[in-house]
């Protein structure tokens, strides 16, 4: 699970920027960002993103190191509409790719495949794989 140490957030807003569920809540009073947990969705963005290392995660956090589609695909478009970073491509009933350069890996197309087509890939937010 991901959190916000207030004593380290810049206020910059950069997380929220890089954020694709719109999930960062801006505290004007105590000058920091917190994350919505009903909208956020566990992808790392603002993880990654923070430049003064504000956002933390538990030890055992896990994170998509790579996605795939497999063959049992059938073409529905859940995945294609779900995806924030317009990473999935693909015509009605027949197999539908992702884009590696534009897959932010967050995982939300896993979630939505009624088939279990989508298949990934997870390594450790500190590096190790799992």
Not at 23 to 33: C, D, G, M, V
Not at 70 to 92: F, Q
Not at 97 to 111: A, M, W
């Amino acid at each position: 699970m991901y959190r916000i140490d207030k004593d380290k957030c810049a206020d910059c807003g950069y997380c929220n920027y890089v954020c694709p569920f719109q999930s960062l809540i801006h505290n004007i009073e105590e000058k920091a960002w917190e994350i919505d947990r009903e909208k956020c969705k566990e992808c790392g963005q603002c993880y990654d993103a923070c430049i003064t290392k504000a956002v933390l995660c538990d030890d055992d956090q896990k994170r998509v190191e790579t996605i795939f589609i497999g063959d049992n695909c059938i073409g529905c478009s859940l995945c294609k509409r779900a995806c924030p970073a317009d990473a999935i491509s693909g015509v009605i009933k027949q197999k539908f790719n992702i884009d590696e350069k534009l897959c932010i890996k967050c995982g939300f197309c896993l979630t939505k495949c009624k088939k279990e087509a989508i298949t990934a890939t997870y390594r450790n937010v500190h590096g190790g794989e799992l």
